[in-house]
C-alpha cells in the first residue's frame, strides 16, 4: 500500500511549511518507501530481477497501478517545499496555500473513500486523478483530454468571473445566474432564430450582462448587498430561463431537454477550426478553449496593465478614495458587475454551443459551474492565469469521478473533493496571514539580535 | 382551500426554523448563507433516523423526538465548519457558507449512495431515502386538514427566539457581538464564545428546518437534489424580516404562502384559467423579496459588525 | 505612608523594533485627579493596555491599592474596580441607554431573564447622585455625544468602579460639556474616587488635576503637583524643548481672489438640518485662511462642498471667477484644487495599494501616466520615487511599499506631496496634522506657509487652537454651519475665539437673517 508513504509526504510537507530542515528526509524516506512498496507490488521475478540489474531497470519496472498518484503526491510535495525555500514572493505564497488546499481535499477525499470501502479507495483516488488517463491508448487520451478541456473552457469563464467581480470588491455569487442567462440567450437565439454562432455569443454575454448590471445598480442605488441580489436572481434566471426554452421550436417534445443544436442550426455550433484533430477527432473541440485562454489573459492585461484596471481596483480597495479622486465609483461598480456578467454568460456560451450538452428544462437547482467557478478562482489565488491552471485541475476530477468503480463509489465523490477544496480556499487568507507572520517575526528576531551584537561590539 | 392552507403553513414553518437560524448567526454577526448546506445536513441526520429508528419502538413521540434531535444534531455539527472557519481563522464568511452549500448536497450524496449500494450489494445506486412510515407519524387529520407536529415546533422556536433575544441575558450579549463586538469585549463578554453559540444556534434551527422540508410534502428524498434553494429563500425570509423574529414570522408566511400556491394552484379556476407556468409562482417569493429590499436597503437594519470577523488585537 | 490606588512601577513593555513603555512609573493616589500627559506616541495607550490586561509588562509590577496584581485580560482589571472612558465610545448604537451600562453585568433572576426594573432604580438613583442626567430608554444613537459620554461614566459607576480612567475625554466635547465634565470628574474625586485623566490638553490639566505624570518617546520624563508648575513648564517636559508658539513666516500679501463661496448650504447626512447654512467667505492668493470650530459644527461638510464630495442644496462656488458650482470632482481637481482631506484612511489614500499607485491618485490619467489606456509604469515609478526624495517620505520598500504597512505620519506627508505637487491654485487642507508627532508637524506647517508664499491660495480646516493661531492669515470661526466671526490672528485672543467657537458670542446678526431665506 502507498498509504505510508503518503503519510511520510506529508509529513515532509508539514515540516517544511514549518520551516524544519527536516522535511527533505521525510520526502526522501517518502520517496524511498514509494519505490520500494512499489517494486514489491510489481512482483517477486521482476523484483529478482531488479536486484540484480541496473538503476535504469528499475524505473521502467514502475509502471505499476499507483503510479500516478504516487507521482502526483511526489510532485505536488516537492513543489511545496521548494516554495517553502522561498516564502517572500507574493506568488510563492499564494501557489503553497493553494496546493495545500488540494492536498487537503484530496487526503480528506481518500479518507472518506477508506470509510465507505478500504479495499479500492487508492484505486478510485487514482481514478479520479487520471482522468482520461485511464484509457490506454494514447489516441482516447487525446479525446477524453479533449473532453475535459471543453469543459474547462466555460469553468475558467466562470472563474474570471468571480475574480474578476471579486478585485473589485464584489463577491458575484449571481455569476450562476449570469451562467444561467448565457445559456438561455445563447441556446434561444442558436435554436429559434437559427443565428450564427457569433451572435449566440454575443447575445449570451449580453444577457450576462444585463443582469450583472441588475445586482451593480441595485447596489450602487439602492444599497443592496450584491451577494443578496445575486442569490434572488440566480433563482428568478433560473424559472424564467426553464420557461422561455420550454417553448416549441427549442425544447424537445420528447423529453426534457432542448433541441440538438447539431441538428437545426449547425451555423450556431462553435467553429472547430481543426483544432478537433489534435484530440482524436472529439466533436465538441472548437475554438472556445483558445478564447477561454485569451479572455484570461485580457482580463489580466485590463487589470493590472490600463488606466480602466487601476480605477476598478482602486474603486473596489477604496470607494471613498476612489470617489475623492474623482474616479466615477458608481458607474464603475455598474461596469465591472457588467463585464463580470458578460464573463460568466460567454462561459455559458462556450458550452451550450459545443454541442456537447444540450439544457435540461426541468432542473430544479442553479448549475454548480458557478459554483465551482468560486472554487477555481480562488485556487487560481485569485490570478486569471492562476485559473487557466486551476479551472483545469477541478474540471480533471470532476471528470475523473464519472470513472470511479460504482460497485462501491458515486461520481460524486469529485464533487466532495472539489467543495472541500473551496472550503479550504476560505483558509488562504489565514494560511498567507500565518506565513508572513513567521517571516515578519524572523526579520525581527534577526534584526534584535543584529542590534544585540551592534551594542555588544560597541561595549567592548 | 385546506391544502393551500396547509402547505402555506408548512412551508413558512420550513422557512420560519431556518430564518430563526440564520437570525441567530448574524445577529451574533457571523453571516450564513452556508443555510442551505445545514439544511441538506440536517435532513440527513433526520431522515437517517427515520429509516431506521422503528415505528413500533415507543410510537409517535418517541420518532419526533428523535427525528428533530438528529437533524438538529447534524445540522449543529455542520455548522461547526463555518464557526471554526469564521470565528477562529477568520475566513472569508462568504467563501465558507459557499463550499458549505456544496459541501452538504455532495457529503449526503456521497454518504447515502455508499449506504445505499452496500446495503443492496450494488444494486441500488440511488441517492434516495424511503421514510414512508415515520412520516405517518408526524401527522395528525382534523378532516381534510393535515396537521403536522413540526408547525407546532416552528411556533415554539418563534416564541423562544423572541424570548432569548429580546427578554434573557443571552440574547442582549448576542445582539451586542453582532453590533459592536469591541464594545462586548470591553465588558468582558467573550465574543469568540457567543459567535460560536450564533453560529450553533442557526446549525440547530437550520437542520430541523432541513428535516421539515423534505417531510413536507412527500415520503422519500433524492439528496442529490439538496433542498432545492430553500435556505436561500429562508435567507431572504431573515432579511424581510430585517432580523425580527416577528417581522421574520410575517414573512415567512407571505413566502410560504407563494411558495405554496405554486404547489397548489391548479386546484383554483381562477389560477388554472390563467394558465401560467408553475414556474411563475415558484419565482415570486424572489421578485417580492428583490424589490422589497431594493426599496428598504437604503437604511439598513443588518447587524452592523456581520461578515467582519472579530480580533482580539484591533480595538 | 501614602496609600496608592495604582502603582505601576517600572514597567517596560517592548515591541519588535521599539521600546513602548520604558521604566515608567506611575503612582495614582486615592481621590486624586492624576493627569497623564504626553504627544502622541508617547505610550500613554500602551501603558494603560498593560494596566488593562490586554499587554504583559516585560518587566515591571502592578499594585492596586497596595497589593500586588496580575492583570490578564480586561476582566481582571474590571474584577480590581478599574474602569474606563475610551476615548471611541464603547456603546452599542441601537440598544438604549440603559442596555448598554448593564450589558457584562446584567442583573437576572435564577432562568436568567433579565430584571431591568432593578436596573433602571439603580441607574436613576445613580445619576440623580453624581448629576449625570440621562434618559435610561433613549437609544444611544439618538442621544448627544455629551450624553453618551456620561453612560460611558455611568457604566464604570454601575459596576462600582473606583479607579476611572479617562482617555482623551474632551476631544469631541463642547465647552460648555467640557465644564460640567470638568465638574463631574472633581465631584467623583471629592466621593473617593481616583482619577486618571489622560490628555494633552495642557488647559485642561490645570483647571481640574491634582497631580500630572509626563512621558516622552516611551520614558517617564517626571510627576509634577499642578499648583506648583505651568504650563510652560508642562508643555517643556512634554516635548522635550521649549515650544516654539509661532511658526516663522513673513507676512501675508494676498492676491487676487482664488476661491468664493456664496450662501453655500450643504444637507447633512447626520441629521434633517442643514450641515452648513448659507456660508460666504473668499480666499484670495498668497494667504491662508483657516476655519476654526469644534468638531461637528459643519467644517467636514463645507469642505466635502467645495471639493464636491458631497451636492450643494444651495449657493454658488467660483474658482478663479469660474462658476464650479456643478463641475464634478475630477474637474475641479483638474482646474487647480487640491484637497488634503479629513480621513486619510477614508479618503486620502487607497490603503491596499503600493505607494506609488498612491501618489498618482490624482494624476493616473494625464499623458505622461497614461498612453492609450495603458498605465506607464516607468514614468509612474521615476514621479513616485522624485515625490519620495523630495518629500522625504519613509517607506520599508520605497516605490513599492504597501501603504497599509506606513507610518501615520509617513502616509500623511506621502499625501501631502501628492496634492502640493499637483501645482495647485488652491489647497484644501483639513486637520492636516491630526495624529502626528511634532516633527511631522512641524514640517507639515512649514508646507503649507511654503505654499502661501509660492502664491497659492491655502483654506485650512483645523480644531487645534495652536494651529490656527500660529498658521493662519485670517480666521472664521465655524459654529452649527455658520460663519460667526472674522479675525486677524494678531488681534484676537484664544479665549476670544473659544467664546465664538462655543456659540457665546457672534460678529454679525445680518447672517441670522439670511439663515430664514435659505430655509425657505
Known amino acids: 500500500?502507498?498509504?505510508?508513504?503518503?503519510?511520510?509526504?506529508?509529513?515532509?510537507?508539514?515540516?517544511?511549511?514549518?520551516?524544519?530542515?527536516?522535511?527533505?528526509?521525510?520526502?526522501?524516506?517518502?520517496?524511498?518507501?514509494?519505490?520500494?512498496?512499489?517494486?514489491?507490488?510489481?512482483?517477486?521475478?521482476?523484483?529478482?530481477?531488479?536486484?540484480?540489474?541496473?538503476?535504469?531497470?528499475?524505473?521502467?519496472?514502475?509502471?505499476?497501478?499507483?503510479?500516478?498518484?504516487?507521482?502526483?503526491?511526489?510532485?505536488?510535495?516537492?513543489?511545496?517545499?521548494?516554495?517553502?525555500?522561498?516564502?517572500?514572493?507574493?506568488?510563492?505564497?499564494?501557489?503553497?496555500?493553494?496546493?495545500?488546499?488540494?492536498?487537503?481535499?484530496?487526503?480528506?477525499?481518500?479518507?472518506?473513500?477508506?470509510?465507505?470501502?478500504?479495499?479500492?479507495?487508492?484505486?478510485?483516488?487514482?481514478?479520479?486523478?487520471?482522468?482520461?488517463?485511464?484509457?490506454?491508448?494514447?489516441?482516447?487520451?487525446?479525446?477524453?483530454?479533449?473532453?475535459?478541456?471543453?469543459?474547462?473552457?466555460?469553468?475558467?469563464?466562470?472563474?474570471?468571473?468571480?475574480?474578476?467581480?471579486?478585485?473589485?470588491?464584489?463577491?458575484?455569487?449571481?455569476?450562476?445566474?449570469?451562467?444561467?442567462?448565457?445559456?438561455?440567450?445563447?441556446?434561444?437565439?442558436?435554436?429559434?432564430?437559427?443565428?450564427?454562432?457569433?451572435?449566440?455569443?454575443?447575445?449570451?454575454?449580453?444577457?450576462?450582462?444585463?443582469?450583472?448590471?441588475?445586482?451593480?445598480?441595485?447596489?450602487?442605488?439602492?444599497n443592496v448587498n450584491v451577494v443578496i441580489s445575486g442569490i434572488m436572481l440566480n433563482w428568478i434566471t433560473l424559472y424564467i430561463t426553464n420557461m422561455v426554452l420550454s417553448m416549441d421550436g427549442v425544447k424537445n417534445p420528447m423529453s426534457p431537454y432542448t433541441i440538438q443544436l447539431r441538428g437545426v442550426n449547425p451555423n450556431g455550433l462553435l467553429p472547430q477550426m481543426d483544432l478537433h484533430t489534435l484530440f482524436g477527432n472529439e466533436k465538441s473541440v472548437t475554438i472556445a478553449i483558445p478564447l477561454a485562454v485569451i479572455m484570461a489573459i485580457v482580463v489580466w492585461v485590463v487589470l493590472n496593465k490600463t488606466k480602466f484596471g487601476y480605477e476598478l481596483k482602486a474603486t473596489g480597495y477604496n470607494f471613498h478614495a476612489a470617489k475623492y479622486s474623482g474616479m466615477k465609483e458608481k458607474r464603475n461598480i455598474i461596469l465591472t458587475m457588467a463585464i463580470s456578467g458578460a464573463l460568466a454568460g460567454m462561459g455559458a456560451a462556450l458550452l451550450y454551443l459545443t454541442g456537447i450538452e444540450e439544457w435540461e428544462t426541468t432542473i430544479s437547482s442553479v448549475p454548480g459551474m458557478d459554483f465551482n467557478g468560486i472554487a477555481v478562482a480562488f485556487l487560481g489565488g485569485l490570478s486569471p492565469i492562476g485559473s487557466i491552471l486551476s479551472a483545469f485541475f477541478i474540471q480533471h476530477i470532476t471528470l475523473g469521478g464519472s470513472y470511479v468503480d460504482t460497485t462501491y463509489?458515486?461520481?460524486?465523490?469529485?464533487?466532495?473533493?472539489?467543495?472541500?477544496i473551496i472550503f479550504l480556499c476560505a483558509f488562504v487568507g489565514f494560511i498567507r496571514f500565518a506565513m508572513q507572520n513567521r517571516i515578519r517575526k524572523r526579520d525581527e528576531a534577526m534584526a534584535m539580535r543584529k542590534d544585540m551584537a551592534a551594542k555588544g561590539g560597541s561595549d567592548t | 382551500m385546506i391544502l393551500l392552507l396547509q402547505y402555506t403553513l408548512l412551508f413558512a414553518s420550513v422557512l420560519l426554523l431556518v430564518a430563526l437560524g440564520g437570525c441567530f448567526s448574524e445577529r451574533s454577526g457571523v453571516i450564513n448563507i452556508g443555510l442551505e448546506g445545514i439544511m441538506v445536513i440536517g435532513a440527513l441526520g433526520g431522515a437517517l433516523v427515520m429509516k431506521y429508528l422503528p415505528v413500533e419502538f415507543g410510537g409517535a413521540p418517541v420518532m419526533i423526538l428523535a427525528t428533530l434531535i438528529a437533524s438538529?444534531?447534524?445540522?449543529?455539527?455542520?455548522?461547526?465548519?463555518?464557526?471554526?472557519?469564521?470565528?477562529?481563522?477568520?475566513?472569508?464568511?462568504?467563501?465558507?457558507?459557499?463550499?458549505?452549500?456544496?459541501?452538504?448536497?455532495?457529503?449526503?450524496?456521497?454518504?447515502?449512495?455508499?449506504?445505499?449500494?452496500?446495503?443492496?450489494?450494488?444494486?441500488?445506486?440511488?441517492?434516495?431515502?424511503?421514510?414512508?412510515?415515520?412520516?405517518?407519524?408526524?401527522?395528525?387529520?382534523?378532516?381534510?386538514?393535515?396537521?403536522?407536529?413540526?408547525?407546532?415546533?416552528?411556533?415554539?422556536?418563534?416564541?423562544?427566539?423572541?424570548?432569548?433575544?429580546?427578554?434573557?441575558r443571552f440574547g442582549l450579549r448576542l445582539r451586542a457581538c453582532g453590533e459592536h463586538p469591541q464594545a462586548a469585549d470591553s465588558v468582558g463578554i467573550n465574543v469568540y464564545k457567543m459567535r460560536y453559540a450564533g453560529v450553533l444556534a442557526s446549525g440547530l434551527l437550520g437542520g430541523i428546518g432541513g428535516i421539515v422540508y423534505i417531510t413536507a410534502g412527500v415520503s422519500s428524498w433524492k439528496f442529490e437534489n439538496g433542498v432545492a434553494g430553500f435556505g436561500f429563500l429562508a435567507l431572504a425570509v431573515m432579511i424581510f424580516g430585517q432580523w425580527k423574529p416577528i417581522k421574520i414570522a410575517l414573512a415567512a408566511l407571505l413566502f410560504g404562502f407563494f411558495r405554496a400556491l405554486g404547489n397548489v394552484y391548479t386546484g383554483f379556476d381562477l389560477l388554472k384559467n390563467l394558465n401560467l407556468p408553475s414556474q411563475i409562482y415558484n419565482m415570486l417569493p424572489y421578485i417580492i423579496s428583490l424589490l422589497v429590499l431594493a426599496l428598504t436597503s437604503k437604511n439598513s437594519l443588518a447587524p452592523k459588525a456581520e461578515g467582519i470577523p472579530y480580533d482580539k488585537g484591533t480595538r | 505612608m501614602e496609600q496608592y490606588a495604582v502603582e505601576m512601577l517600572h514597567i517596560t513593555k517592548r515591541f519588535p523594533g521599539i521600546i513602548a513603555n520604558d521604566d515608567i512609573t506611575l503612582q495614582l493616589r486615592k481621590g486624586e485627579i492624576h493627569a497623564l500627559l504626553g504627544e502622541n506616541g508617547a505610550g500613554k495607550s500602551t501603558l494603560m493596555s498593560v494596566l488593562f490586561g490586554l499587554y504583559t509588562p516585560d518587566e515591571g509590577e502592578i499594585c492596586i491599592n497596595g497589593h500586588p496584581a496580575k492583570i490578564k485580560n480586561p476582566n481582571d482589571a474590571n474584577a480590581l474596580g478599574i474602569g474606563m472612558v475610551h476615548q471611541h465610545f464603547k456603546l452599542v448604537e441601537c440598544f438604549t441607554v440603559l442596555d448598554n451600562i448593564i450589558l457584562g453585568v446584567e442583573p437576572v433572576d435564577k432562568l436568567t431573564f433579565l430584571q431591568k426594573k432593578q436596573a433602571r432604580d439603580k441607574i436613576m438613583e445613580m445619576s440623580e447622585k453624581w448629576g449625570l442626567h440621562v434618559n435610561p430608554d433613549a437609544l444611544i444613537s439618538d442621544i448627544t455625544v455629551g450624553m453618551q459620554q456620561r453612560t460611558e461614566i455611568l457604566k464604570m459607576l454601575y459596576r462600582e468602579n473606583d479607579i476611572l480612567i479617562f482617555d482623551e475625554p474632551t476631544a469631541v466635547l463642547t465647552p460648555q460639556e467640557i465644564d460640567e465634565l470638568m465638574q463631574i470628574m472633581k465631584n467623583l474625586a471629592a466621593e473617593g474616587k481616583s482619577i486618571l485623566f489622560i490628555t494633552h490638553k495642557l488647559n485642561e490639566i490645570m483647571a481640574v488635576a491634582d497631580r500630572c505624570s509626563v512621558l516622552r518617546k516611551g520614558k517617564y520624563i517626571g510627576t509634577v503637583d499642578i499648583k506648583d508648575t505651568n504650563k510652560a513648564e508642562l508643555s517643556r517636559m512634554m516635548v522635550g524643548r521649549d515650544v516654539k508658539f509661532a511658526v516663522d513666516k513673513a507676512p501675508a500679501q494676498p492676491g487676487e481672489e482664488i476661491l468664493r463661496v456664496e450662501n453655500m448650504t450643504v444637507a447633512s447626512r447626520q441629521h434633517s438640518n442643514n450641515a452648513v447654512k448659507n456660508v460666504s467667505f473668499s480666499v484670495r492668493r498668497g494667504e491662508i485662511v483657516c476655519i476654526a470650530g469644534i468638531d461637528g459644527n459643519g467644517q467636514s461638510e463645507l469642505v466635502f462642498g467645495i471639493t464636491g464630495l458631497e451636492p450643494l442644496a444651495g449657493g454658488k462656488l467660483f474658482l478663479k471667477g469660474k462658476n464650479i458650482t456643478r463641475m464634478p470632482i475630477r474637474q475641479r481637481s483638474i482646474s487647480g484644487m487640491s484637497h488634503i482631506p479629513e480621513d486619510r484612511h477614508k479618503h486620502g489614500l487607497v490603503l491596499d495599494y503600493t505607494l506609488e499607485d498612491n501618489m498618482v491618485?490624482?494624476?493616473?490619467?494625464?499623458?505622461?501616466?497614461?498612453?492609450?489606456?495603458?498605465?506607464?509604469?516607468?514614468?509612474?515609478?521615476?514621479?513616485?520615487?522624485?515625490?519620495?526624495?523630495?518629500?522625504?517620505?519613509?517607506?520599508?520598500?520605497?516605490?513599492?511599499?504597501?501603504?497599509?504597512?506606513?507610518?501615520?505620519?509617513?502616509?500623511?506627508?506621502?499625501?501631502v506631496a501628492r496634492e502640493i505637487d499637483k501645482d495647485p491654485e488652491l489647497l484644501v487642507a483639513v486637520q492636516p496634522t491630526r495624529g502626528l508627532d511634532v516633527g511631522a508637524i512641524e514640517y507639515i506647517h512649514q508646507q503649507i506657509v511654503a505654499q502661501r508664499d509660492a502664491g497659492k491660495a491655502v483654506l485650512l480646516v483645523s480644531l487645534e487652537l495652536d494651529e490656527v493661531m500660529n498658521v493662519s492669515d485670517r480666521i472664521l470661526v465655524m459654529y452649527e454651519g455658520e460663519i460667526v466671526g472674522e479675525f486677524d490672528p494678531k488681534q484676537v485672543t484664544v479665549e476670544e475665539l473659544g467664546l465664538y467657537m462655543a456659540g457665546a458670542k457672534r460678529q454679525t446678526a445680518a447672517e441670522e437673517t439670511n439663515d430664514e431665506t435659505v430655509k425657505e
Open chain 1, 1 to 222: 500500500m502507498a498509504l505510508p508513504a503518503i503519510a511520510l509526504f506529508i509529513a515532509a510537507i508539514f515540516f517544511a511549511v514549518k520551516k524544519k530542515n527536516e522535511c527533505w528526509k521525510w520526502f526522501a524516506a517518502g520517496v524511498a518507501v514509494q519505490y520500494i512498496t512499489t517494486l514489491i507490488n510489481t512482483g517477486k521475478d521482476e523484483l529478482a530481477g531488479l536486484i540484480s540489474g541496473t538503476k535504469a531497470d528499475a524505473v521502467t519496472a514502475l509502471t505499476g497501478e499507483q503510479w500516478t498518484t504516487c507521482t502526483v503526491v511526489i510532485v505536488l510535495a516537492g513543489i511545496i517545499m521548494l516554495l517553502c525555500r522561498y516564502p517572500r514572493y507574493e506568488a510563492s505564497q499564494t501557489l503553497i496555500a493553494s496546493l495545500l488546499c488540494v492536498l487537503g481535499g484530496l487526503v480528506i477525499g481518500y479518507i472518506v473513500l477508506l470509510v465507505i470501502e478500504p479495499s479500492g479507495a487508492f484505486e478510485a483516488i487514482q481514478t479520479i486523478l487520471e482522468n482520461f488517463l485511464t484509457y490506454s491508448k494514447p489516441k482516447s487520451q487525446m479525446k477524453y483530454l479533449g473532453q475535459t478541456l471543453v469543459r474547462t473552457a466555460p469553468l475558467l469563464m466562470c472563474a474570471l468571473s468571480v475574480l474578476f467581480a471579486y478585485k473589485v470588491g464584489m463577491f458575484n455569487i449571481g455569476a450562476a445566474g449570469q451562467y444561467v442567462a448565457g445559456a438561455c440567450a445563447a441556446l434561444f437565439f442558436g435554436l429559434y432564430f437559427k443565428a450564427p454562432w457569433w451572435v449566440c455569443v454575443l447575445a449570451a454575454m449580453a444577457a450576462g450582462a444585463f443582469l450583472g448590471v441588475i445586482s451593480g445598480a441595485l447596489k450602487t442605488f439602492c
Open chain 1, 409 to 420: 463509489y458515486c461520481a460524486q465523490i469529485s464533487s466532495l473533493i472539489s467543495s472541500l
Open chain 2, 72 to 168: 438538529a444534531a447534524a445540522g449543529m455539527l455542520f455548522s461547526l465548519l463555518l464557526a471554526v472557519a469564521a470565528i477562529h481563522f477568520k475566513a472569508d464568511q462568504t467563501i465558507t457558507g459557499t463550499a458549505m452549500n456544496m459541501l452538504a448536497t455532495a457529503a449526503a450524496t456521497v454518504a447515502v449512495k455508499a449506504m445505499n449500494t452496500a446495503a443492496s450489494g450494488g444494486h441500488d445506486v440511488s441517492s434516495d431515502i424511503v421514510y414512508t412510515r415515520a412520516r405517518d407519524t408526524f401527522i395528525v387529520r382534523f378532516g381534510n386538514f393535515e396537521f403536522n407536529w413540526f408547525m407546532l415546533v416552528a411556533l415554539i422556536a418563534l416564541i423562544v427566539s423572541y424570548v432569548v433575544l429580546y427578554k434573557m
Open chain 3, 361 to 415: 491618485l490624482q494624476r493616473y490619467f494625464e499623458r505622461q501616466f497614461t498612453k492609450k489606456g495603458f498605465l506607464r509604469r516607468g514614468n509612474i515609478r521615476q514621479y513616485a520615487e522624485k515625490l519620495i526624495d523630495q518629500y522625504d517620505v519613509r517607506s520599508g520598500q520605497g516605490p513599492v511599499t504597501a501603504a497599509r504597512s506606513m507610518s501615520g505620519g509617513n502616509q500623511q506627508k506621502a499625501i
